[in-house]
């Protein structure tokens, strides 16, 4: 069975959750997204600093923490921007550390966002 998670984050009109859990794994994406819905302004740093405090709040709801990540999915619209992301990803995580990977693509949902994160957990129990 599937169970969604319920968060605090911006309520999307669109058709999705901002994570659901089936099987002990925690599936989520996570963009740099306000509680307003819109997207941060302030570069890179901000934006990923966003993206992993929306998280890090998702990971709480479902009982979870940073620790409990098995994989993490980086993409950002510049290569360049990967020494900020990874500066960045170091002060949230401490080994040992999820599987990651980085790909550099051409654009996102919004022209504005610069990150987003897809991430998977394992998670002990359900959340109520």
């Known amino acids: 069975m599937i169970q969604t998670v319920k968060t605090d984050l911006y309520n999307s009109p669109s058709p999705l959750e ?18 307003q819905g819109q997207v941060v302004e302030g570069g890179i740093e901000v934006q990923t600093r966003q993206t992993l405090d929306n998280l890090t709040h ?3 709801c479902a009982g979870a923490n940073l620790s409990s990540l098995t994989q993490v999915l980086i993409y950002v619209t510049d290569k360049s921007y990967l020494s900020v992301v990874n500066r960045v990803y170091a002060e949230y995580f401490s080994a040992p550390f999820p599987n990651r990977a980085a790909l550099v693509i051409a654009g996102l949902a919004r022209d504005e966002m610069l990150v987003e994160m897809v991430v998977y957990a394992a998670v002990d129990s359900q959340p109520s």
């Open 58 to 60: 998702t990971l709480e």
């Open 18 to 35: 901002w994570a659901t859990i089936g099987h002990g794994i925690l599936f989520t994406a996570q963009i740099p997204i306000d509680a």
